[in-house]
């Protein structure tokens, strides 16, 4: 069973760095072909991909955020951590990881974790 | 980036009915298009993958198609749990990008 949860602040302030945690189960990061992503929504807008990282190592970023994300693994510990630098309210939103995989290509989210809200505000 | 337009943003709908909601890629795609179901404060729910296939346990009233830059998502007949928000997304490329979602409504 394959299950997926994110920790971190709830509250952080403008200008400073947030940092979350994906703690996952029921699959290894060593696998071929597993990978881990990082989604968020604002309150009552769409979904937004953020970045991805495969079990080689392979790391995909959104290009508008680029220079302010940076995912890595822990596979011994079974995590992801995305860090995201200078804050600003507009990053307030609900953040998920999420399980895909790519083997011939890649292929879409079939396992979400829960989410976490983070408030960006002074 | 490939943008992803869906439509309608909203729909009302009556159980029972047969609903279709269109999701168009700026460009072609592959049919490396996904389906998910959203329910208030829950994480998104995969439904359908390959712009056609169904995830496992999702129910056969939903159903997709499309190919190269437009697809769609048919529910056959609603259901009392269908009434959600849907939103599309490209796994084609880099960034992967989800439509701003069909939020489906009670009539």
């Known amino acids: 069973q394959i299950t997926l949860k994110e920790s971190g602040p709830t509250l952080v302030k403008p200008t400073q760095t947030l940092t979350l945690t994906c703690t996952f189960s029921?699959?290894?990061?060593?696998?071929?072909?597993?990978?881990v992503g990082w989604i968020r929504q604002p309150p009552g807008k769409a979904l937004e991909w953020l970045a991805l990282?495969?079990?080689?190592?392979?790391?995909r970023y959104s290009p508008s955020l680029k220079s302010r994300l940076t995912i890595t693994k822990d596979t011994s510990k079974n995590q992801v951590v995305l860090t995201m630098t200078n804050m600003d309210p507009v990053d307030t939103a609900t953040y998920y990881c999420a399980h895909s995989r790519r083997f011939l290509a890649p292929e879409p989210f079939d396992y979400w974790g829960q989410g976490t809200l983070v408030t960006v505000s002074s | 980036d490939i943008q992803m337009t869906q439509s309608p943003s909203s729909l009302s709908a009556s159980v029972g009915d047969r609903v279709t909601i269109t999701c168009r890629a700026s460009?072609?795609?592959?049919?490396?298009l996904a389906w998910y179901q959203q329910k208030p404060g829950k994480a998104p729910k995969l439904l359908l993958y390959?712009?056609?296939r169904l995830e496992s346990g999702v129910p056969s009233r939903f159903s997709g198609s499309g190919s190269g830059t437009d697809y769609t998502l048919t529910i056959s007949s609603l259901q009392p749990e269908d009434f959600a928000t849907y939103y599309c997304q490209q796994y084609y490329s880099t960034p992967q990008t989800f439509g701003q979602g069909t939020k489906l409504e009670i009539k």
């Open positions: 029921g699959f290894s990061l060593s696998t071929s072909g597993v990978g």
């Open positions: 460009q072609g795609i592959s049919n490396s």
């Open positions: 990282i495969y079990w080689n190592d392979d790391k």
């Open positions: 390959a712009a056609s």
